[in-house]
Antibody, heavy 117, light 110 residues
Framework: EVQLVESGGGLVQPGGSLRLSCAAS????????MNWVRQAPGKGLEWVSH????????HYAESVKGRFTISRDNAKNSLYLQMNSLRAEDTAVYYC??????????WGRGTLVTVSS | QSALTQPRSVSGSPGQSVTISCTGT?????????VSWYQQHPGKAPKLMVY???ERPSGVPDRFSGSKSGNTASLTISGLQAEDEADYYC??????????FGGGTKLTVL
């Protein structure tokens, strides 16, 4: 089955760190660009970060630049998001999404990150 | 980047048509034919409904159609059905491997 499954979310204090994972299956992961997209409670979608198929090209939204790091391990069919210096406004459901030529054609179910003391 | 502008809510009766607008700038919607639309039911992941302004993925009913004029894209849903009630988000490529979403529109089927 073609799917993406996120994990690693949870409750973290402001200033803390968390690492999200996204396990891909059912398709050739190493041929697709990938992204992280988040959604704060009751709010809209926000693009967070993009990584090329090889992992050599990376881009971030201004809101997370310098604090978040996207990476991938094609041998493990996995995508990651290292989140440091977390703030209350980073509280959201984080989705990994497969990129297919500038649109997102496959989404995971998301993992909830709550930043609170 | 600023979020694309969508109406907060639209509504229609079963069988009717509704159109959701999505306004951006020449740096995103107006600059690329890479507008996509996503449907999201409560507690669920977004689902791709339209890509490249007016293309539909396999399995999406032809009741869903997209268009674009200048800096504004639109999603039209014809023959409204109860299961169409959901939140809808537009998204545009904004260059340099960045994307911007709209604020979302809640569709109510009366």
């Amino acid at each position: 089955e073609v799917q993406l499954v996120e994990s690693g979310g949870g409750l973290v204090q402001p200033g803390g760190s968390l690492r999200l994972s996204c396990a891909a299956s059912g398709f050739a992961f190493n041929t697709f660009e990938m992204n992280w997209v988040r959604q704060a409670p009751g709010k809209g979608l926000e693009w967070v970060s993009h990584i090329s198929a090889s992992g050599t090209t990376i881009h971030y939204a201004e809101s997370v630049k310098g604090r978040f790091t996207i990476s991938r391990d094609n041998a493990k069919n996995s995508l990651y998001l290292q989140m440091n210096s977390l703030r209350a406004e980073d509280t959201a459901v984080y989705y990994c999404a497969r990129t297919n030529r500038a649109y997102f054609d496959l989404w995971g179910r998301g993992t909830l990150v709550t930043v609170s003391s | 980047q600023s979020a694309l502008t969508q109406p907060r809510s639209v509504s229609g009766s079963p069988g009717q048509s509704v159109t959701i607008s999505c306004t951006g700038t020449s740096s995103d919607v107006g600059g690329y034919n890479f507008v996509s639309w996503y449907q999201q039911h409560p507690g669920k992941a977004p689902k791709l409904m339209v890509y490249y302004v007016n293309e539909r993925p396999s399995g999406v009913p032809d009741r869903f159609s997209g268009s674009k004029s200048g800096n504004t894209a639109s999603l039209t849903i014809s023959g409204l059905q109860a299961e169409d009630e959901a939140d809808y988000y537009c998204c545009s490529y904004a260059g340099s491997f960045t994307w911007v979403f709209g604020g979302g529109t809640k569709l109510t089927v009366l």
